[in-house]
């Protein structure tokens, strides 16, 4: 139970950092004429990773649910997913929040992970809404929850990705061109 409480506390301060890091974005992209877009779905969010941390906890401490006989590995996964959150957000920037903010006439970030595909940030959020219920047998909250963001997504990124596409005159769909030996 230990283990269960000292990694639930940390993830729960890395997101509370996140929400500061996000709120200080938001602040320098809007005094730069940046605006919000998706608005109508954020409430939403905010419930489904709430709901997630809460539906943990309770599955693990009322259910007790023990540490999986994989956790070494499954803990080591989740690392490196956190290795793939920090290298996100370090790419992005003060482009990086969780709202969708985006800025007229910016230049699409192609660096780091954005450089091999376009949302990896949401790659990371499936991976530990997986991985961290997994780590302590809470199968109910992954299966959940995994639908859940799932929905979320398929929500969000359209929103998300039309807005970039708008905002940045169409650079976002620009797609390398794979060279074909002659």
């Known amino acids: 139970m230990q283990i269960f409480i ?14 500061i890091i996000a709120k200080r974005n938001e602040k320098q992209m809007r005094k730069l004429g940046a605006y919000e877009v998706g608005a ?3 409430p939403f969010m905010i419930l489904l990773h709430a709901g997630f941390f ?4 309770v599955e693990v401490i009322v259910f007790e649910r023990s540490i999986s006989p994989f956790f070494g590995y499954l803990l080591f996964l989740f690392l490196l997913v956190q290795s793939l959150r920090v290298w996100c957000l370090s790419s992005l920037g003060m482009f990086w929040n969780t709202k969708i903010i ?10 780091g992970p954005y450089a091999f595909f376009k949302h990896p940030n949401y790659l990371v959020v499936c991976c530990e809404i997986i991985l961290l219920p997994m780590m302590f047998q809470a199968y109910f909250t992954a ?11 398929s929500i969000r990124i359209p929103i998300e990705n039309k807005a970039l596409i708008e905002a940045t005159n169409g650079e976002y769909t620009y797609n390398k061109k794979i060279q074909h030996p002659s």
């Open 102 to 111: 985006v800025l007229p006439g910016a230049k699409t970030v192609k660096t």
């Open 6 to 19: 000292f990694t639930i506390s940390f993830v729960i301060l890395q997101r509370i950092s996140e929400l």
């Open 40 to 42: 109508s779905h954020y």
């Open 143 to 153: 299966i959940v929850f995994t639908v859940l963001n799932l929905i979320m997504l």
């Open 54 to 57: 809460i539906s943990l906890i």
